[in-house]
């Protein structure tokens, strides 16, 4: 809604500089795309291990490739264009920066080990499935890391929590 024009891969390979995947599935940038992307295309992938740029195929349809720096390489096709692979392929917030900061995890690590022990106490009535994370353990873990940052907000009423939670107000 920035005024992004939305089109088919096949379409922003011909237009794009940069593409970043963040999709979770495999092969969103492919060997069609790459045939037609323009020279110095820069290709990195956030979303989900090292499969949803189609590697492989790069490096079949490459000519040549090189290290440009450390998290770049340089794949020269036949015609001479230059694609850059960032990360190899993984995910760039992660293989090639600095990753998730402490004081995300902190938070993720948090849930886990409070749903952990929650499994634990809660085994003998839990049926095998997946399970999200309860409500009371979600707000606990925020509310101690606003604590901690010394953050201070404001505490719904009861009216404004009886409008999140139905749906006879508004739209």
């Known amino acids: 809604m920035?005024?992004?024009?939305?089109?088919?891969?096949?379409?922003?390979?011909?237009?794009?500089?940069?593409?970043?995947?963040v999709?979770?599935?495999?092969?969103?940038?492919?060997?069609?795309h790459f045939k037609k992307m323009k020279d110095g295309a820069l290709l990195a992938n956030s979303g989900h291990f090292n499969v949803e740029i189609d590697i492989p195929a790069l490096a079949k349809l490459a000519k040549s490739r090189r290290t440009m720096r450390d998290f770049v390489e340089e794949y020269r096709m036949s015609d001479g264009r230059r694609l850059y692979l960032l990360a190899d392929g993984r995910l760039v917030n992660l293989a090639a920066a600095e990753g998730h900061p402490a004081s995300v995890m902190d938070m993720s690590f948090a849930n886990q080990a409070l749903c952990a022990e929650y499994m634990v106490k809660n085994a003998k009535r839990l049926e095998k499935k997946v399970y999200p994370v309860p409500r009371d353990i979600d707000r606990a873990v925020a509310r101690i890391k606003l604590d901690s940052m010394g953050v201070r907000i404001d505490e719904l009423t009861k009216e404004q929590s009886k409008y999140l939670t139905s749906w006879s107000e508004g739209t």
């Open 2 to 21: 920035d005024g992004y024009e939305v089109m088919p891969m096949s379409e922003a390979a011909k237009v794009g500089a940069l593409f970043i995947t």
């Open 23 to 32: 999709t979770g599935d495999k092969s969103v940038l492919a060997k069609e």
